[in-house]
């Protein structure tokens, strides 16, 4: 299957931490626009997006580590998900890269939250599509991201669908099962019955996944709270557990680049009532044990990152919310025109 759209091009880009493979748009210079994908994905579900990013522009899209042609070093969850940032941060040095405009969708959408808060000076402005909550995904309650308990139990590795990640590692290319790749991306990555055009391309680039303790999903540990699983400090999916992903101090750094947040209104993965947040899910009686909306509520994850933000907005800072409608998970994929639109208006005030 040829993987790269006509006008795209690939390479890999050696850094002092790692190869990185970036995908770019040919014969393109200017201010950079860097595209961060979220788990369970690839550079390859930007290239619709890349190529619709108007001259002056510079669209590239980078796989993270232990996804797509990247190195699958390890994930170092205890640090959040700065093992990411560090290489992105590394990859610009070593393309001559000086200040980016950054995109980042679902936990790109966090590593761009957390590059915005260690390197600020780095990133010309910053759009948020459908981002994991600035307090991880599972195990927080409230608007302020309060642990449901300190070893953030109820996410992290061990809230996986082990069958989801049989069939990935087995290289499953059908629908025969609703936990293969294939059906859970037309399931949650989109609103039903969206399909997109480059399925087919969409599936081999989460099949790209690497897999195991150190990369998706982790490695996890019991708990004696509810559900009875707490996230390790390794692999993909504790990078974004909340004990050790938090960034609720964006409003502090000194220079504030324009943000945009850009989500479907139909998200079923982010969103406060998600169908893989445990809490919702005991809620709704399909994990057994749910101690109940007292301590135990489920995540208001947009109303936390609207929080977040709001700090930022009274800080000093700008940002605006665009809800496109009748959409899911990949607003850039659903609705590509009415995206990117919203995409390169916010590139024009950085």
Known sequence: ???????????????????????????????????????VSSSLFWQDTMLR?????????????????TDPEPIDASRGVRDHVDDLVAAFAAMGLDKVHLVGWSMGGGVVLQLLRDHPELVRTATLVNPVSPYGFGGTRGLDGELIDASGAG???GGANPDFVRLLG??????????????????????????PADADLFVESMLSTRLGDDHYPGDATTSDVWPGLAPGTRGVLNSIAPNHFRVDDLHTIEVKPPIRWIRGSDDQIVSDTSM??????????????????????????????????DRYAAAGGTYDEVVIADTGHSPHIEKPAEFAAALVDILGKG
Not at 22 to 39: L, S, W
Not at 53 to 69: K, Q, S
């Open 53 to 69: 990013v108007p001259a002056p522009y510079r669209p590239l899209a980078i796989d993270l580590r232990g996804f797509g042609g």
């Open 170 to 195: 087995e290289g499953d290319r059908g629908a025969d099962s609703p936990l293969s790749p294939r059906s859970v991306m037309l399931a949650f990555y989109y609103k039903p019955p969206f399909e």
């Open 155 to 157: 996410s992290g590795a």
């Open 276 to 309: 893989f947040d445990l809490a919702y899910l005991g809620q709704l009686g399909a994990v057994p044990g749910w101690p109940g909306e007292e301590t135990h509520p489920p995540q208001p994850m947009v109303g936390q990152t609207r929080a977040v933000l």
């Open 1 to 39: 299957m040829t993987q790269l759209r006509d006008g795209i091009s690939a390479r890999t880009v050696s850094t002092e931490r790692l190869r990185m493979h970036v995908t770019e748009v040919d014969g393109r210079d200017g201010a950079p626009v860097v595209f961060v994908h979220g788990n």
